[in-house]
């Protein structure tokens, strides 16, 4: 069975403040996404990684995907309380394997 | 409309009763999912489609659960004689591709809340 390990499960933090998110697997995986959920919607997604060692930006949030293909970071820069929400990794294979998720707060 | 619409956003219903919810995903989608989420914690996989056909029902609970898509579009998820642990959020998602392009995009519905009393 595939799993995704996120960690923190839960993290509050004051605006201004950096975190960083991380997800683990034992599994290697072909590619790993990151998706943000907030209250009453569905997951979006916010980046794709597929190369052992990649690394992207999207504005203020770090997306990097480890050499062996078993673990991503997310690394949040000058938090804000629009970064609010559930985190979520998933995992490119046949089971559609999602992470449990990191719930930030982010209070002004 | 341009996004994955489900139906209904909200349900309350009594232990015991059949329950069932919708989804209807992007135009031209070909692959739709359904995922359980509880307490807004992460995704539980129950079932994935591929046109008509379900490949992985490996997620599906119990018996109780079941699945079809009619027309390569519309699915319906029922839940039998409900039970106070399945209230949830059910999530709906499609993608253009299905498996085979593990690097494909979940465009998600807002889901449909679940509450068994």
């Known amino acids: 069975t595939q799993l995704l390990e996120q960690s923190p499960q839960f993290l509050s933090i004051q605006e201004g403040e950096n975190l960083t998110v991380y997800c683990n697997s034992s599994?290697?995986?072909?590619?790993l996404q990151w998706y943000r959920q907030e209250p009453g919607e569905g997951p979006v997604l916010l980046v794709t990684?597929?190369?052992?060692?990649e690394v992207k930006k999207l504005k203020r949030l770090t997306f990097q995907f480890g050499d062996a293909r078993k673990d991503s970071s997310l690394h949040i820069t000058a938090a804000q309380p629009g970064d609010t929400g559930l985190y979520l990794c998933?995992?490119?294979?046949?089971?559609?394997?999602f992470g449990k998720g990191m719930k930030l707060t982010v209070n002004p | 409309g341009a996004g994955v619409s489900q139906s209904p956003s909200n349900k309350v219903t009594e232990k015991g009763k059949d329950v069932e919810l919708r989804c209807d995903p992007i135009?031209?989608?070909?692959?739709l999912y359904w995922y359980r989420q509880s307490l807004g914690q992460g995704l539980e996989f129950l079932i994935y489609?591929?046109?008509?056909?379900?490949?992985?029902k490996s997620g599906l609970p119990s018996d109780r659960f079941s699945a079809e898509r009619t027309g390569g579009s519309v699915s319906t998820l029922t839940i039998q004689r409900t039970q106070q642990e399945d209230s949830a959020v059910y999530l709906c998602?499609?993608?253009?591709?299905?498996?085979?392009?593990?690097?494909?995009?979940?465009?998600f519905g807002e889901g449909s809340r679940l509450t068994v009393l």
């Open positions: 998602a499609s993608s253009p591709r299905g498996l085979q392009t593990y690097t494909g995009e979940l465009f």
């Open positions: 599994s290697v995986f072909s590619s």
């Open positions: 990684v597929v190369t052992g060692g």
């Open positions: 998933k995992g490119g294979s046949e089971k559609l394997v």
């Open positions: 135009s031209g989608h070909t692959a």
């Open positions: 489609f591929q046109g008509n056909s379900a490949p992985d």
